[in-house]
């Protein structure tokens, strides 16, 4: 059982930046994780935002690709989600997750989820 916790979440206006950190609670395998970033807003299905493998390949959705950078701290057992250029769509709950595999990760483990909101 992995236990990820979400922080950083909050509310900031058009154009600015938030950064999303994520741990596993004494997690000794962190590093061998693929790691990922989801959100969910209102009434839309819950979508992959960013991943990052153990060996720290990422991977985007292209609504965020450029403006969004995903990290990992393997000491900490931490991963980010460094948010810039943020939009009123980009308002949602964010879950992190962790999973063996990028193909499994939305089966895998899962954050209690952090809400964003950013407003015109």
């Known amino acids: 059982q992995v236990q990820l916790v979400e922080s950083g979440g909050g509310e900031v206006q058009a154009g600015g930046s938030l950064r999303l950190a994520c741990t596993a609670a004494?997690?000794?395998?962190?590093?061998?994780?693929?790691m990922g970033w989801f959100r969910q807003a209102p009434g839309k299905q819950r979508d992959m935002v960013a991943a990052?493998?153990?060996?720290?390949?990422?991977i985007y959705s292209d609504s965020v690709k450029g403006r969004f950078t995903i990290s990992r701290d393997n000491v900490k057992n931490t991963v980010y989600l460094q948010m810039d250029s943020l939009t009123p769509e980009d308002t949602a709950v964010y879950y992190c997750a962790a999973s063996a595999t990028i193909a499994t990760i939305q089966h895998g483990y899962w954050g209690q989820g952090t809400q964003v909101t950013v407003s015109a």
């Open positions: 990052i493998t153990s060996g720290r390949i990422t």
């Open positions: 004494s997690e000794r395998t962190f590093s061998t994780y693929v």
